[in-house]
């Protein structure tokens, strides 16, 4: 039996995130909501799992009660239940301050039933820092195990899990003691489609919301207060300056690009 | 900056350098590891001041625990403003970990680090919303101040022969049962990407290549100017080359002398990883193709026809000078 918590995030589809170059701020409006997409190959990685060894799926997210979307959507991939975390002092949290309150909740559930494992996405698509898992590892005192590629398996007695971690340029077989987090990327598993009975229970299936009172927290921890990171400005990238066009067919092109290459020595001689 | 060392603390110490310099402060490195005293004098050579070396067994394989309390425990102890690591897998692993025991902020992957004379801040930019939005982000009034860089975006300094600095041994009490994990196995992946970002030339390809037989004629551009290849998002989304030759936002980041950008229409998230390229060579049948907006030479054609051309001509010329 395994006790797991993932941790979804409901993120806008950056694909149509723009800025407007006048006022310098986020054009988000029309942008849809999605599940971040790691965290569905996270999801499914625990639901797998629970299949294998028996155990509970808990899917928590902080966010607007807008987020309960994501919720559901994990409940149609096999989550057993979902919990939103919703308040208005959470607003404006950073990595720090959302990894303090995440892992608040987790510890709420640990006094439940000890958790033996969490799991989170690689990164969220809109800030892409992948700093908050290891920001609730680090708070819990669980193993942390980032980049996980492969679950090679679970010893249940003694507890340990063994997978496979995807770097740079080599793949790392590490085993880890339980309880521990880890963050995921979509090379770990295929996602499966939710079945019409699965989605009709999802989106029937209440969802807990707790608030800031639900959790032990310290104010000062939490929302713009908790945040040591701040956005001073955005901005559109800056662009390149352009070059030359070079005229030509294509074989009078090559030949008059090639000698300009040759000749500053950007292209040296083999 | 652990173990064997990746590239990117040097970029990191000639970045720090400037910083230090800007704030008149001293620029230490961190090497944590088993074995790895050696690497001092490269430190030194790249711009450190200072050398704080952790050596312990337990350090030797990486894991999560061990590293981020000795790096907590360094920095408690010598109090830096700022703490820069690179933004490898092992990097990010390492800073959040670190960054959350500290209790202060952390801006991931910056493209840019400048001071602010004024305050002393960091002002720490990076891309946001899949590289659509540029931010700069501060962290007031926490130290240190917290970031990672990607490999390729800052110059690698020169390299200073024989420049020397102080060492400093600390010496943590770490125990192997705190690690929580074991290195079973590490698997080199081979026959990959592996230096892409380290390449000089990058022939890269996109949609508008069409077909994995196309591949061929850009291999032979390649091969003619010792160059490697490349991919956007769409082509390695075809399947024409694995996902470790994806150049851009959720890929490697390139800074090679000549960029070729080969049916690449020049999206945003793929500019994020290329436009640091000395100079960028784009060919596509598109005069309006974004590329062309940051190509310092570009070829308005089909590259079915440009790309034979220009390894021919490259043939030539180059045999040209060499006789
Ligand atoms: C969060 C996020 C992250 C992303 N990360 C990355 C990333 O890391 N890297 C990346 O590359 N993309 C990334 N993308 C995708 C990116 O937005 C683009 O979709 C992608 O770069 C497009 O690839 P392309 O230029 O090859 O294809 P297209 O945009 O389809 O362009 C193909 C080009 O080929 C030209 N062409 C067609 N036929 C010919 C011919 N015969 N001769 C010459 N030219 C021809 C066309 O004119 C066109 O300009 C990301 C997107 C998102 C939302
Ligand atoms: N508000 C949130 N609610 C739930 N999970 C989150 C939230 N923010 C981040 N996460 C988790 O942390 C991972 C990394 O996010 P980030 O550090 O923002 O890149 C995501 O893939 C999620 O699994």
């Not at chain 2, 990883?273 to 596509?284: C, E, L, Y």
């Amino acid at each position: 039996m395994l006790q797991m918590v993932v941790c979804v995030k409901q993120v806008p589809d950056t694909a149509e995130v723009r800025i407007n170059p006048r006022t310098n701020t986020l054009v988000r409006a029309g942008v849809p909501a999605i599940l971040n997409p790691y965290d569905a190959h996270a999801v499914e990685a625990a639901v797998q799992l629970k299949e294998k060894y028996g155990g509970q799926v808990t899917a928590l997210s902080m966010g607007p009660p807008q987020a309960e979307e994501v919720l559901r959507r994990a409940l149609g991939m096999g989550a057993d239940r979902a919990i939103l975390l919703s308040d208005r002092a959470f607003a404006g949290s950073d990595t720090l301050a959302t990894s303090y309150i995440l892992a608040a909740a987790i510890r709420a559930i640990d006094r439940e039933t000890p958790v033996d494992l969490v799991f989170c996405g690689k990164q969220a698509i809109d800030g892409d820092t992948a700093q908050v898992g290891p920001g609730i590892a680090a708070r819990l005192g669980f193993t942390q195990l980032t980049y996980v590629m492969a679950i090679d398996g679970v010893d249940l007695e003694k507890r340990q899990i063994q997978v496979q971690r995807k770097l740079e340029d080599k793949r790392e077989v590490i085993r880890g003691r339980l309880p521990a987090l880890l963050t995921v990327v979509k090379d770990l598993n295929e996602l499966r489609y939710a079945s019409l009975p699965a989605l009709i229970r999802a989106a029937r299936a209440t969802i807990t919301t707790w608030s800031k009172d639900d959790l032990d927290l310290d104010p000062a921890s939490i929302g713009l207060k908790g945040s040591p990171t701040s956005v001073r400005r955005i901005f559109a990238p800056p662009a390149r300056p352009g070059g030359e066009l070079i005229p030509g067919e294509p074989r009078q092109a090559a030949a008059i690009l090639v000698a300009k290459l040759v000749q500053t020595k950007i292209i040296a001689d083999k | 900056m652990a173990g064997e060392p990746a590239p990117v603390s040097w970029e990191l110490l000639g970045a720090g350098r400037q910083l230090a310099g800007a704030l008149k402060v001293e620029l230490a490195g961190v090497l944590l590891g088993q074995g790895v005293e050696g690497l001092a004098n490269e430190a030194w050579a790249y711009g450190a001041d200072r050398v704080y070396l952790v050596e312990d067994p337990v350090l030797g394989p990486y894991r999560t625990a061990p590293y981020a309390r000795a790096l907590v425990e360094l920095v408690q102890r010598y109090r830096p403003e700022i703490l820069l690591l690179g933004a490898t897998s092992m990097g990010r692993d390492l800073s959040g970990a670190v960054a959350t025991a500290l209790g202060t902020g952390l801006t991931a992957d910056c493209t840019a680090l400048n001071i602010d004379p004024a305050t002393r801040l960091l002002e720490q930019t990076r891309p946001a919303f899949g590289g659509n939005v540029m931010a700069t982000i501060l962290c007031q009034r926490h130290r240190p101040q917290m970031a990672t860089v990607r490999p390729r975006v800052m110059p690698l300094p020169p390299r200073q022969e024989g420049r020397q600095g102080e060492l400093v041994r600390v010496g943590i009490d770490l125990k192997e049962e705190e690690a929580l994990a074991t290195v079973l196995e590490v698997i080199e992946e081979k026959g990959k990407a592996v230096y892409l970002d380290r390449a000089e030339i990058v022939v890269a390809g996109g949609r508008g290549l069409g077909s994995r037989e196309n591949l061929r004629l850009l291999e032979e551009l390649a091969g003619v100017l010792g160059g490697t290849l490349g991919a956007s998002r769409a082509a390695v989304e075809a399947g024409w080359l694995p996902p470790e030759y994806q150049v851009g936002q959720t890929g490697i980041t390139v800074r090679p002398k000549v960029y070729f950008a080969i049916g690449i229409s020049g999206a945003i998230q793929h500019l994020v990883g290329m436009q640091n390229a000395d100079v960028i060579v784009a060919i596509n049948k598109d005069p309006e193709a974004p590329i062309f907006k940051v190509a310092t030479y570009g070829i308005v054609g089909d590259f079915l026809e440009v790309v034979p051309a220009l390894t021919e001509e490259f043939r030539r010329q180059l045999a040209a000078r060499s006789t």
